[in-house]
């Protein structure tokens, strides 16, 4: 059919208006386009460029260096070491399987430490670097670098570990830091961020804990480029974090190392105090242990040993043992009764060899008696007749009031894990512990310091310091932080009088050096260096009429766990005292005879700042005395545990 003129004219039309239409929608939605990119490119364009930077730049804490910890003459007792690791991230790794199998393969990696770190890294955030293998060798480490192709998301690091040069010699003292915990987050309400990198080492025991957030310092972090495996391309830039503060404590390295050699194969405990400023110039606790196993990871079988050991290795026994202090504490119970008024130094007792309380009697050591005893003769030869009586006039309160002005009873603030009170005793203590009034007989056991006296030998230090100053010094450990020095803790006058005093110190130094003393066998020869001082038996076991009908078994014949504890505190030198002693050996029998000896040596290494002369010691001694010196330098210059030496 033939089309007019008119239709194609009315075709021609609609095709017009329906390009027209068209072309207006496809420019109306360029135009839409054109915003929208103008919108994204301009307005919005700052966002999406940190969104791709992100892509593309990750930001990294910088863990910073631990503060280090040096003795009183700046010898290095904790310090920092370089230590290479092998480190994976999550989200750059692809297939971690695969990744770790490929890493196997060119570092010896333990399977235990590889499933504590994949169980680390499922919990940890996926671009955290997590330690697979730590204390590699530089080998190793070069190994993977050459392979970094084939091992995306692996990196090798050169960090700061620990490491504790003189090993067991100060472990009690400066502990031990280890991988951050839950618990250890748990003590922060804001945790620090640094403390949530995998493997970072925190301060878990002694100095290391109590002073972890002035040693741990402030992290840095840096910027790095990645490309799309995640393999770091370069540093973009850096800022470097505050290293931690520095700390040098009050202790000199080389008593502490004399003290442990002499010590030997004991369980015990040494306190040395510094009389000017309190300041603790060795604090020993035998035997010890090597602090290192702990910040590599100590193993079960050598944790175990350590628990399982009767002689208690893990324990601080300057701070954490407590003792009965047997005669030690007899000082206490005289001044009491001088400052109650109830005895002086004219007034006598006469001791038999037992007192009879009600139906039962308290013996003396010396079964025959001793007579006639005064104050300074009943201190001299420790009579425990004496100290039964003038107990009984004073009271149990009073003697317990005495104790806490010479430190006991109460925990000191010295920066050391689980420092302890210990017990000192009244009447207000029993019916609060035990719901129970004060017998008589309690006050007659404390008197001699046995029943419910608890002292530790930092206590029994602090005693000895404030007899021998008339001072209420305190133990100072912490000599500076950055070089800044700590206060002074040489304290102020006691509230006793100076004339009992001076009898109680007259009376030790008497112990010592009177031929009837109870340490005369221990006396330090050199009249300027004499020392004053008290032995102490402490029993750890109840010894029966039967027994004592039969004859008490000797010490060297019982078990060693019931064996008495031998105890002795001391100043020195007694016209112008500088230090103070106490020595506690468990169950090494008597203060005469286990404590006295050690106590006399260290005083003279103490004072001598070396080996004393032989003429330091009584004449009869000194063949054995300079025996015993070569034993203890070839034993100080043998390596300890850790593989350094001690010398």
């Not at 003396?364 to 100290?387: I, P, T």
């Not at 304290?491 to 050096?513: C, Y």
Request: glycine share 10%.
């Amino acid at each position: 059919m033939r089309r007019t003129p008119k239709d194609n004219t009315d075709s021609a039309r609609r095709i017009t208006r329906r390009g027209l239409m068209l072309g207006g929608m496809q420019l109306g939605f360029a135009t839409v386009l054109g915003m929208r990119m103008r919108y994204m490119q301009i307005d919005q364009g700052e966002e999406f460029r940190l969104l791709a930077e992100e892509n593309r730049i990750n930001v990294r804490l910088i863990p910073p260096a631990r503060g280090q910890i040096f003795d009183r003459k700046g010898v290095v007792i904790a310090a920092n070491t370089p230590a290479y690791r092998i480190t994976v991230v999550r989200e750059d790794a692809g297939d971690l399987d695969d990744t770790l199998a490929r890493l196997a393969e060119l570092v010896d990696l333990d399977p235990g430490e590889v499933e504590r770190a994949v169980a680390e890294m499922r919990r940890s955030a996926p671009f955290l670097p997590i330690a697979v293998a730590d204390q590699v060798s530089w080998e190793a480490v070069s190994r993977v670098a050459a392979n970094a192709p084939a091992l995306p998301g692996v990196n090798p690091e050169v960090g700061l570990s620990r490491h504790y040069p003189h090993g067991e010699i100060f472990a009690h003292v400066v502990g031990y830091v280890q991988p951050v915990s839950e618990s250890d987050l748990a003590r922060y309400e804001d945790p620090d961020p640094v403390l949530r990198i995998p493997r970072f080492q925190f301060g878990k025991i002694g100095v290391e804990t109590k002073y972890e957030d002035i040693l741990r310092g402030r992290a840095g972090s840096k910027r790095v480029e990645v490309n799309a495996a995640g393999r770091i391309m370069r540093e973009l830039d850096r800022r470097e974090g505050e290293a931690g503060a520095d700390l040098q404590l009050s202790v000199d390295s080389d008593l502490q190392d004399y003290i442990h050699a002499r010590l030997g194969d004991e369980s015990a405990s040494v306190v040395v105090m510094d009389l000017e400023h309190g300041d603790l110039k060795a604090m020993v606790s035998a035997p010890g242990y090597d602090p290192n196993k702990f910040v590599r990871g100590i193993s079960y079988d050598d944790y175990g040993a350590l628990q399982a050991d009767e002689r208690a290795p893990l324990v601080s026994k300057t701070v954490q043992g407590f003792y009965p202090p047997g005669s030690c504490f007899k000082m206490v119970t005289a001044l009491a009764a001088l400052e109650a008024g109830v005895t002086g130094p004219g007034n006598t007792v006469w001791c038999p060899g037992h007192l009879k309380v009600g139906s039962r009697r308290f013996h003396c050591w010396k079964r025959a008696g001793h007579g006639h005893m005064n104050v300074e003769d009943a201190l001299m030869q420790s009579c425990d007749v004496y100290f039964y009586e003038i107990a009984l006039r004073v009271g149990i309160d009073q003697i317990a009031e005495m104790g806490r002005k010479l430190g006991l009873g109460m925990a000191h603030d010295v920066p050391m894990s689980a420092v302890g009170e210990g017990i000192m005793p009244d009447k207000a203590w029993k019916r609060e512990r035990w719901g129970q009034e004060w017998r008589i007989g309690d006050t007659v056991n404390c008197s001699i310091g046995q029943g419910d006296v608890l002292t530790s030998p930092l206590q029994l230090a602090v005693m000895a310091a404030r007899l021998a100053t008339g001072r209420t010094i305190s133990p100072r450990l912490v000599k500076s932080i950055d070089g800044v020095e700590e206060p002074s803790r040489g304290g102020e006058p006691l509230d006793i009088d100076p004339t009992h005093l001076r009898w109680m110190q007259k009376a030790m130094f008497d112990v010592s050096n009177s031929t009837r003393g109870t340490a005369y066998r221990s006396r330090i020869e050199a009249e300027e260096m004499r020392m004053a001082g008290k032995t102490g038996t402490s029993q750890v076991r109840n010894i029966t009429a039967a027994e004592r009908a039969r004859g008490v078994t000797r010490n060297e014949d019982l078990p060693w766990k019931r064996r008495d504890h031998g105890l002795f505190v001391n100043f020195a030198p007694y016209d112008n005292p500088r230090i103070a002693v106490a020595t506690i050996v468990e169950h090494g029998g008597g203060g005469s005879s286990a404590a006295a000896p050690i106590a006399r040596d260290v005083t003279l290494q103490a004072l001598y700042e070396g080996d004393p002369p032989l003429e330091a010691y009584p004449s009869a001694d000194r063949g054995q005395i300079e025996e015993l010196q070569k034993r203890l330098r070839e034993r100080r210059s043998m390596p300890l545990a850790s593989g350094t030496s001690r010398a």
